[in-house]
């Protein structure tokens, strides 16, 4: 996103330390995230702001904000907002409102230390309440889909954005190792989540309408970025790599984890220069109000 662009040179999301169990740095990849789905996400609020139509969208409430992704471009779409960003990690709601001071707008934010799972703090009445991969991460979603209906006033919306696994960046066969690497650490990584993160890839809609909502939107929000990648999507594939390297390698066969190496060797320098190298991500959101 335009506004994070000045952090990147001097690896500002690591200063907050973000560092998971598994060595990758989540500040970074959702500010590198945000960067690569900018113009997607503008075209999203912009659909939000046709189905509120003339009533003001003023009370904002971002589950599980991040770095906030989804709070500045909200703030930007509607500039009467206010949001209210809640999060369990009070790193990145620092990140969020050092951010937003920089960019003048710490008085339209209200950083929310809290679990959105355990029941919503008390915001008040919502126009608008934004959970962008964050639903899967709580253990009983559907309760929380049945909080976000009883803060929405009448002809509030939900927008929600769901990401089914990570994007993709090599071509099937990089001209080194085995052809299929990155399918088969993707592999790896749906396997590892499908154990502590049950809820992803869930029927989204059946459960939305379940919690008593109708589905006004639905649509993919699809990245196709073809070679040659723009800086902050190269990045992102390193950062995306990386992770790989640190979460999945040792259970990769050694020849993969040695293409791996070879990839991030020096730098990263094989992948930053990889032919081929590309981006290719998508996600499902919708916007749906209180039935
Ligand atoms: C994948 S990130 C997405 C961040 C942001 N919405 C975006 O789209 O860039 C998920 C975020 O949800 C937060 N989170 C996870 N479980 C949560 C919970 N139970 N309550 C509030 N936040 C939560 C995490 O700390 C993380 O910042």
Known sequence: MAHEHHHHGHGHGRH??????DGYDLTEMLLLDAEVTA????????RIAELAGEAAVRR???????TGTGAFALLRRFPGAVVTAIDTDEGMLRHLTESAARHGVADRVRPLHADAGGGLPETGEADLVWASSSMHHMSDPDRVLADIHAVLRPGGLLAMIEMESM????PDDIGIGAPGLEARCHALADAAKAEHLPHMGSDWPARLRAAGFTVLDSRDLVVDLAPPLPAPAVRYAVATLKRFRAAVAERLSAEDRETLDTLLAKDEHVLRHLPGLSVHSTRSAWIATPA
């Open 16 to 21: 907050h330390g973000h560092e998971h169990g």
């Open 60 to 66: 904002v409430v971002d589950l599980g904000s991040g």
């Open 167 to 170: 994007p993709r960046f090599l």
């Open 39 to 46: 113009t997607h996400l503008a075209a999203f609020t912009g």
